[in-house]
């Protein structure tokens, strides 16, 4: 991996390749941010000069190679998906390039646009007094419903997005990603527990049958939303993105797990407001025995990324200590399985 | 004099929280001093409770299949094989596989709805152990 000093060199020489530009492309303000756990995320601004003088805030993304997702998480998918993206209504970033070769920058990477925004932290008592306010000024809570209902209405095979795989009507959508996480649970190397076993059983026996598919973002929450003037400037974290039941996304819109102390889904949406405009807008009308029910994969999907989280640390492939400690996370996860069970 | 383990651990602990973190300038290094902590933390717990927790558990799995040996009477021979390791085995862990081989046998059949309602607090009472210890 590159340091600092030679990321700015190595991202000036590609970008001025990349930009064609007339000389040397200045590498401004570049700062790190702590944002997920997949991927390092740098945001800078690129000034250049091609007969006119240009300036370009920008967001690079590199994979380290032992991200909680591992395979699952791809920027070169995250790449294709923003790209189908710019023809549609979703508040996205406009993305730039993917390279793939980690010899170019350090690491498989994608810059896209420094999209205006702001992303505060939903688990930290700041984010939810920002929340709170912008919820009592009513123009959030409607931005955020609307970005969502972009999103389950967008022409997803119109722009290309059936590259991330169809499922069929009825119950392979939830049996899909039963099957995902259980691999991601097997490649963990992590023992697990009784509690998974009959949680996986019943979601088996259980799975729900979905008639409409859409584009699912897979992780809609504050936290993963760039927001501008009390707008959703941006909808971020193009990780778990599939083509699925749109109600896998309004189930954790619904959970209580996304909301601490308030009543407002996603710590800014009053739950009425939530249903009356995304039916209205989407058509789609929300069922709520399916959205339990994707609680509970919501659940197994927890365990999931904390056995990974923890695997990592175990077998060598990543020394930081907060992974370590979420093998003791994944007791919290099972014990929140246990009671969505009914036990 | 000499500190039990796990008290050595909690002082440990709280020695990286309160001297050793704050003084670290760098911050991931400081979030790994915290992270050291919490992880101590948690090791102290596990060794302090581990030993009373194992003859808890032992109890519980063992009254379970006493009761499990009459409702899986008529069980299929893959679900009596996996009950009887279960048994033998006489650990938590061990269920795992014979609720893989219930929900194979058919999870709306009576007999397997039945063991479910037994194995079920069992796992309660073993997770509520856990969390003893992880928070």
Redesign the interface.
Known sequence: MTTDTDLVETLSAYLADRLGADGPVAIEDMERIAVGWSHETWLFDAVWNDGEPRRQGMCLRRDPGNALLREMSDLEEQYRVLTCLASTDVPAPKVFWFEPDPAVLGAPALIMEKVPGECPSPWRRAGREYYAAAAERGVLPESFTDALAAIHTADWQGVGLDFLGVPALGDDFARREIAKWQRLIEESGH????????LI??L??NAPSTDRLTLVHGAYRTGNVLIHDDRVSAVLDWELQVIGDPMYDVAYMLTELNREGTDLLSNVVPRELFFERYQTTTGIEIDEDRCRYYQLLYAMRSAAFWMSAAGLYADGRNN???L??T???V??A??RA?QE?G? | MTLPVHEQLRRLADTLRNDVGPAVADEYTR??AF??S??LQ?LAAQVEHGPRHSSTEAAHTAALHTALAEVLAAAPPDVAQAQAEAATAGT??S??????A??GWG??RAEVQQA?TA???V??A???R??E???
């Open positions: 023992p697990g527990h009784p509690i998974l076993d009959d059983g019943w088996d026996a930081d200590l907060r370590a400690r093998e003791w996370s007791t919290v099972l014990e246990a069970l036990y | 979030t790994q992270m050291s919490v992880i948690r938590v862990a269920l795992g596989p014979l609720i893989r219930l929900y999870s709306d479910l194995i079920r607090p796992l309660r073993d997770i509520d856990r969390m210890i992880a928070t």
